[in-house]
């Protein structure tokens, strides 16, 4: 047991440093050397948990789905659940080096060798599932895809995210986010159900 915690500790070391490195410089700009550096662990520690620097950073996107899972055990899922679920990974963008890294190395996958989509569309099944079960109470308007509302959802999501980091360093990701979905739901929502839901997120 002793050895396993030493080995949970030495790969959180791992993933902690590789966050700042891969936040302050990205995935090109990153080397396995500055890691090591941050990290204060042997190569051989760093080879044991990881064998490439790509594996790391595809550990590191993995982590993000962390913050649907408070949410998912909700017992009402909806379109107030996806609402909470973006403003739920914008305080963690402000808080979190290790989803700010992941987010990033999610917009970069395309300077890895082997780049997969599979991060963008997980995000958006798990929003398809909730606008599903809104769909079932009538709080979409007819017509709508579910499928289609999700991608556009997590594709504003992302924009607003990077121009809030370009323009203001984060502070006021929450503040765009409320700001997006102010603009987002009198095109999803039938105008009777409107007051229902807060952009400025429940959770």
């Known amino acids: 047991m002793a050895k396993q915690e030493r080995a949970e500790r030495t790969?959180?070391?791992i993933l902690d440093a590789?966050?700042?490195v891969f936040d302050d410089h990205g995935f090109n700009g990153a080397t396995l050397s500055d890691i090591l550096l941050h990290a204060n662990?042997?190569?051989?520690?760093?080879?044991?948990h990881f064998q490439s620097k790509e594996q790391i950073a595809h550990a590191l996107i993995d982590e993000q789905f962390a913050v649907w899972q408070p949410?998912?055990?909700l017992p009402d899922i909806g379109l107030q659940t996806v609402?909470?679920?973006?403003?739920?990974?914008?305080?963690?963008?402000?808080?979190?080096v290790r989803v700010r890294a992941s987010i990033r190395l999610v917009i970069e996958q395309g300077t890895f060798a082997d780049p997969a989509p599979k991060t963008y569309l997980q995000w958006i099944n798990v929003v398809e599932s909730c606008l599903v079960k809104a769909q079932a109470k009538g709080d979409l308007i007819d017509g709508l895809?579910?499928?289609?509302?999700?991608?556009?959802?997590?594709g504003s999501f992302t924009g607003v995210q990077v121009s809030s980091e370009v323009l203001a360093q984060r502070k006021d990701?929450?503040?765009?986010?409320?700001?997006?979905?102010?603009?987002?739901?009198?095109g999803l929502v039938p105008p009777r159900r409107r007051a229902r839901f807060s952009p400025e997120g429940l959770a």
């Open 11 to 13: 790969r959180a070391a």
């Open 41 to 48: 662990v042997t190569k051989g520690a760093l080879y044991f």
């Open 71 to 73: 949410l998912s055990d």
């Open 18 to 20: 590789a966050a700042k």
């Open 173 to 186: 990701v929450t503040q765009r986010v409320t700001t997006m979905w102010r603009i987002i739901l009198p």
């Open 83 to 96: 609402i909470d679920l973006t403003h739920a990974m914008a305080r963690r963008l402000q808080e979190d």
């Open 145 to 154: 895809d579910a499928n289609e509302v999700a991608t556009y959802v997590i």
